[in-house]
């Protein structure tokens, strides 16, 4: 069957995927053992270094981003260790499932779905918390569309002498965060989200501090054991056979992401999201997420309006795939995804055409 | 960088992807929490069910093979328990690491390189352990091309009430495989090798016998959790975000994979290889595996003579790329795939190179 989407997405991740970017997909394959293939590795490592700002090597997994969070965990955690996981959202809650999993006696810093972790609320935890070496946390929480404050979660680990690890997959090479400058100690991303990519590959990078965590850990692991991906990256191979396609893609994104300096793409995105944040305050709409990241836009809907309609409306009507609030926030809130290369002239058409539901929608249910 | 392979891939995996396979990839992406995802979905394993002759749904990963093999371990094995792992090559020793890793008294069937596993000697095996639940093995031994008698495995493993787990990545939509019929518990596959789509890609199907170790398997696992695939398989989707644009490619070689119908490319790649073979023996050539797999040709080095610089030859002048053996068999042993559609003609030419590149090399080093 041909699948052919009527609609092109402005979710939150996976987002539409620049044709230049497609069209490299159909490249024929190079072999994964072979010198050309650790061309291709390096060549992406390195601009990948200068997404994060890390001197670490970045490590490139064929999985979605999850598969890079398991990987943290179970590298980094032993059954019976006590950790911290900080969440507001649904992803931040996956730290805490994945953390379960794996053996982890699980400290909560949990705050209401829309607000951010307080820095503060975390140390005062740390300090009562002696036994607890890692710290879970998320860069920017898709499901609400909040960032937290990872620069002084990191002053605040650093201080303690904690790991802290981040779930960066959402605004990676959106979000300002500099892994070394900042003391992150475990950075992950994916490539469906700033990269604009398609999904299927994850990326995470470790600092000195997390390595000798990982030497010592005693989870299960070999899939995601990442002694074997450094130990193959010598040879400018992965251990397991990689989606090599997928990498053709993420070359050329990165080729560009890297010639535009990240430094300015921070900017152009903070700019970008602050242009929309303004365009639906003017039009009297209010925003959920209390410290909002610039990957995506997150809106209240007023009272009695029902946000899976605007979704529908817009998806039906307008050819535009926007993304309803997940769980409990299904129907409350809905998303828009900015994070992939998008101009400001086709952000405004997205935001009249939610506009416009809102508006029909509203007229017809009084 | 713009990666163009100078070579075309004749590896046993992956192998060269058809044009029309790699066409697809650059569709724009269908967001995977939507219907039209779910139908893709559902075609691709309404048609992997045939390729696997089997009624049990197949779950697809986005990762390697050897990510649907830890699957397998750390849903079915739990610290502590018995398993048999039979191993006689490259492949069949990473059951018994994944085995290890995730906490399993790994009791070993092996036999050298080169040969496969008597089904016999697994029964008496079988036989002499009681406490055994899972028995580990691997249909078609890419590293020395050795394919063993599954159907027979499967035969003692219903009569003795243990469950048996097939890594069936390499010869899966080549060498015949009935998972029902033959009481094949957990059948493993990847998408790069017989079904010659780009890597990324795994499979998995599970017996309700295996099903029901599953309920009980006490190992961490969250990405391979197979109840989260079974949970969000019956909405039609997947529980973490899949590779989307390389499920485009796989519906394709499944659409022409399943027109065609599995036992007639049973026959046809029986044909093909048994080609090669009579090919190789009127040249003087022998052959390496014992039990050879349709899937791939194993040629012993004659005395003297360096696989490496056979490899090298055909690369380099002919633009073929051909694979050394593995570990102490590097040199020893040429491997050459067809397990990706192929024609005789094609087959015939590298046949050819192969051989000019075997009498040049002798002719230079006499």
Request: glycine share 6%; charged share 25%.
């Amino acid at each position: 069957m041909v699948i052919k989407p009527q609609y092109k997405l402005w979710t939150p991740g996976p987002v539409a995927v620049p044709r230049a970017y497609l069209k490299a997909l159909d490249r024929e394959l190079v072999y994964h053992r072979e010198e050309l293939f650790g061309k291709l590795l390096s060549a992406v490592v390195k601009r990948l270094q200068q997404i994060f700002v890390t001197n670490q090597p970045v490590y490139v997994l064929t999985s979605s981003g999850t598969g890079a969070m398991e990987a943290a965990v179970a590298n980094l955690v032993s059954p019976g260790d006590r950790v911290i996981v900080t969440h507001a959202g649904k992803f931040g809650e996956r730290w805490r499932e994945i953390n379960l999993r794996f053996g982890a006696y699980v400290d909560e810093l949990a705050r209401p779905y829309g607000e951010a972790i307080p820095p503060e609320e975390l140390e005062r935890k740390l300090k009562s918390n002696d036994a607890t070496k890692c710290v879970f946390a998320t860069m920017t929480e898709t499901s609400t569309g909040v960032t937290n404050d990872i620069r002084a979660f990191g002053e605040i680990c650093y201080r303690l002498n904690r790991i802290l690890i981040v779930d960066a997959i959402a605004g990676l090479g959106v979000d300002e965060l500099q892994m070394d400058a900042w003391h992150v100690d475990v950075v992950i991303g994916g490539s469906q989200k700033g990269f604009a990519c398609p999904p299927g590959l994850a990326f995470i990078a470790l600092s000195e501090k997390a390595w000798a965590q990982v030497e010592k850990c005693k989870n299960s692991r070999y899939y995601f054991d990442l002694r074997q991906y450094k130990k193959f990256a010598e040879k400018g191979q992965t251990p397991w056979t990689p989606a090599i396609s997928l990498f053709y893609a993420l070359d050329i994104a990165l080729t560009r992401m890297t010639r535009r300096g990240i430094k300015k793409i921070w900017q152009e995105k903070a700019e970008l999201a602050s242009f929309v944040r303004r365009e639906l305050e003017k039009r009297g709409y209010t925003l959920f997420p209390q410290r909002p990241s610039n990957a995506l836009t997150v809106i209240r809907m007023p009272e009695g309006m029902d946000g899976t309609k605007i979704v529908d409306y817009c998806k039906q009507v307008r050819k535009v795939l926007l993304s309803n609030g997940q769980a409990e926030l299904r129907g409350k809130i809905v998303r828009i995804g900015h994070m992939a290369p998008v101009t400001k002239a086709e952000m405004t058409r997205v935001l009249r055409y939610f506009d416009e539901a809102c508006r029909r929608l509203s007229r017809r249910t009084v």
